[in-house]
C-alpha cells in the first residue's frame, strides 16, 4: 500500500489517498476514479465497503482468441462477501499484465485457524511503472491480493436484505 496506509500510524488515512487519486484522474477511466475515489467503498457504515468483506473467490481465467486460441490474455473475478453479508462486491480485472497473491503462514495463532484471509482491512487503486491500473487488498490476516492490469470493473449484487450492524 503506496498512499491509503499512514507509514507511521499504520492507520487508514483517506485524505492522503484522495489527494494521490485526484493528482492521476486525467490518466484514469472515469469508471476507476470514479469507484477509487467513492467513500462508500471504504467507510464502515456503507453497505457497499469493502472494508471488512470477506474472500468468497478468486478466479484466474486466459481469455482466447485466434485460429488455433493463440492469442491468450488473463482475467482475473474476485467476488467478495460485503460486510452486510446482504451482497456480493465483483470485481473484473481485464489484460492483467502481472497479480501477486500473499498470504503468510499462520504461526500457529489461534485467531486464524477459521477465518481465512480474514476480513478486508483496506485496498487501494494507484498507477504502475507502466501506465497500468494496480489494485491492490489487504486482509486482516496480512494476505495481499496485487493486481496490475489495463481495466476494471465493480459491480455489486444484492443477495439478501437483513438488518443489524456489520457482520465483519
Keep these: 500500500m503506496d498512499h491509503i496506509l499512514n507509514d507511521e500510524t499504520g ?10 487519486l485526484n493528482s492521476i484522474q486525467d ?10 475515489s467513492d467513500s462508500r ?7 457497499s465497503s469493502l472494508h471488512d468483506a470477506w474472500l468468497n473467490a478468486i478466479t484466474v481465467s486466459e481469455m482466447v482468441s ?43 495463532d489461534p485467531r486464524f485457524t477459521h477465518i481465512g484471509h480474514g476480513d478486508l482491512l483496506t485496498h487501494e487503486v494507484r498507477l504502475g511503472e507502466q501506465g497500468l491500473l494496480i489494485h ?9 491480493i496485487l493486481i496490475e492490469c489495463a481495466d476494471f470493473r ?11 450492524s456489520n457482520g465483519g
Aim: aromatic share 12%.
Design 11 to 20: 492507520q487508514i488515512d483517506f485524505d492522503t489517498y484522495l489527494r494521490y
Design 27 to 36: 490518466r484514469l477511466p472515469i469508471h476507476v476514479y470514479s469507484f477509487a
Design 66 to 108: 485466434g485460429d488455433r486460441s493463440e492469442v491468450r490474455r488473463i482475467a482475473i473475478h474476485i467476488c467478495l462477501l460485503g460486510s452486510y453479508h446482504d451482497r456480493k462486491i465483483h470485481l473484473h480485472y481485464n489484460d492483467v499484465e502481472r497479480y501477486q497473491l500473499d498470504t503468510p503462514t499462520r504461526h500457529g
Design 41 to 47: 467503498h471504504f467507510d464502515l457504515r456503507s453497505r
Design 154 to 164: 465493480h459491480s455489486e449484487e444484492i443477495t439478501d436484505v437483513k438488518s443489524g
Design 136 to 144: 491492490e487488498l489487504k486482509f486482516e490476516r496480512g494476505a495481499t
